[in-house]
């Protein structure tokens, strides 16, 4: 946790520049266990869809300009895991009971 404090400016100077603004001022870090208390179970979540070729051309295109490879590949994971259940959820309409 102390790390991560210590590395907070320089994470805030990363994504501002990326973002090409100063959107971000602050990162408040809280140690703890996350509870959701929204969305639907592991068991109640639809399963993921695989991403076809054209997916993958507008994720290349949206992480394009993001000049940082650790931050683009992040930003590119968290783009593909909501398409992915996007379309799972798509798929899973009507199959309800």
């Known amino acids: 946790m102390q790390q991560l404090s210590l590395l907070k400016p320089e994470i805030i ?12 001022k ?8 996350i509870v ?9 979540a639809p399963a993921r869809q695989p991403l076809n ?3 993958r051309e507008k994720i290349e295109q949206y992480v394009r300009e993001v000049h940082d490879p650790d ?17 799972g959820a798509a798929a899973g309409k009507g199959t309800k009971k």
């Open 13 to 24: 100077e990363k994504v501002n520049r990326n973002l090409g603004r100063d959107a971000i």
């Open 71 to 87: 931050v683009r590949e992040a930003i590119r994971r968290v783009i593909e895991k909501d398409l992915e259940s996007k379309k």
């Open 36 to 44: 959701s208390t929204k969305g639907p179970s592991a068991e109640e």
């Open 53 to 55: 070729a054209e997916d």
């Open 26 to 33: 602050e990162i408040a870090l809280k140690l703890g266990e």
